[in-house]
Structures are given as C-alpha cells and as structure tokens.
T-cell receptor, first 114, second 112 residues
Framework: DQQVKQNSPSLSVQEGRISILNCDYT??????FLWYKKYPAEGPTFLIS?????DKNEDGRFTVFLNKSAKHLSLHIVPSQPGDSAVYFC?????????????FGTGTRLTIIP | ETGVTQTPRHLVMGMTNKKSLKCEQH?????MYWYKQSAKKPLELMFV???????ENNSVPSRFSPECPNSSHLFLHLHTLQPEDSALYLC???????????FGQGTRLTVV
C-alpha cells in the first residue's frame, strides 16, 4: 500500500504564476518531509524539507506547507520559471524504528509554459 | 570530484549476463542506498548500508547482490536478470538516515 501519494501525475503552469504541487501521506508516524526535483537523465536533487514541528518552511521561491491533521503537504513555487520544469517527488520518513527510510511518492511532472 | 557518481550511465544486458553497477560518494557520508525507479512507480528502496554494514534489504530478489567495501563505495552485482528488472537504478548517500539524501545520476538498465 502506497504510504505517500502524489495524485496528480502532471501539471502545467504559465510562467510567472504560482505552481502548487500536492502530496498526501497515510503513515501517522512520518515526521519529516522532503521535496526532490528530478530532471531527465539526472538523479533527484533535494529541494526543501519540513519537520512535523512546523507548518511552513520557505526557501526563496519555494515554500512547503504541512497540514498534519489532513496528512497533506504542498510545495508552492512562485513565480514559476521555465527551469522549474521537472518531475517533483515528495518523500517522508519517521524517526521511530521501521520508518527511518525515505518513502517516495510517484512524482508530479511540472511543465512551465513560457 | 564531488557528490555521488554512478557508472555506467547506461547498460544493456542479456538475461544470462553478469554485470555490476558502481557508486562512489565524495561527501563523507556514512549511509549509502540503492533505489530502483520503474516507470510510473515510486522510487523503491532496495538496500541500505550504514558504516559498510547492510542494515536493510527490502525483499529484493537474490539476483541483485549489493557490496559495500567501504563507506565511500557501493556496488550492485547483477546476474540472471529478467526483462522486468529494466529500470533506473539510483544510488544515494546521506549523513544519517533521516537527513536529506544526495542522489547519483542513475544507471539506466535494460535487460533484453
């Protein structure tokens, strides 16, 4: 059973607008969440993370929001730029035994339209 | 050279062949991982090594055999693979198991 879900396989956004990528999780023991970005023919690169003691973390154009009660997190990119076109993976882990490894979602392909 | 380096980048092998994937990290990390990425599936963790010791084998078939001679190098030995094993194999490293993992560029494996 998939514990981290990204229900939108793809998303297209106009350049300059806000991109919102969503992720849901089912394991209540997860307490650390990450977003990775992947270009074709490259490995995923770490983008931004958030721990469960926070509900928001911001880094430049990227902001991650965490709603623990809904078991939902989102990544906001504003303004979106053509170089943001990539596949974005949500990942989660827990600090208790058995949940330490990263569990990934299936990814969302973001296309920024110039 | 810095980061996580994987070789080869592409590999085509027959079902009776034996080949190895290599990963090297120059980050001083103590944990290394093998992941598999198949089309339309999440990244699947295969193996975890902490300080050269295998700490996790995620029910991976024995035709995949990992080796970690030291904390900077990780191998994945392949033998008698099946066509469904064709995928992108990613190596990653991290300082501890919860921190952000750094990934290599992957090896695109095709089994024919």
């Amino acid at each position: 059973d998939q514990q981290v879900k990204q229900n939108s396989p793809s998303l297209s956004v106009q350049e300059g607008r806000i991109s919102i990528l969503n992720c849901d999780y089912t394991n209540s023991m997860f307490d650390y969440f990450l977003w990775y970005k992947k270009y074709p023919a490259e490995g995923p690169t770490f983008l931004i993370s958030i721990s469960s003691i926070k509900d928001k973390n911001e880094d430049g154009r990227f902001t991650v929001f965490l709603n623990k009660s809904a078991k939902h997190l989102s990544l906001h990119i504003v303004p979106s730029q053509p170089g943001d076109s990539a596949v974005y993976f949500c990942a989660a882990s827990g600090s208790n035994f058995g949940n330490e490894k990263l569990t990934f979602g299936t990814g969302t392909r973001l296309t920024i339209i110039p | 050279e810095t980061g996580v380096t994987q070789t080869p980048r592409h590999l085509v092998m027959g079902m009776t062949n034996k080949k190895s994937l290599k990963c090297e990290q120059h980050l001083g990390h103590n944990a290394m991982y093998w992941y598999k990425q198949s089309a339309k599936k999440p990244l699947e963790l295969m193996f975890v090594y902490n300080f050269k010791e295998q700490t996790e084998n995620n029910s991976v078939p024995s035709r995949f055999s990992p080796e970690c001679p030291n904390s900077s190098h990780l191998f994945l030995h392949l033998h008698t693979l099946q066509p469904e094993d064709s995928a992108l194999y990613l190596c990653a490293s991290s300082q501890d198991r919860i921190s952000e993992a750094f990934f290599g560029q992957g090896t695109r494996l095709t089994v024919v």
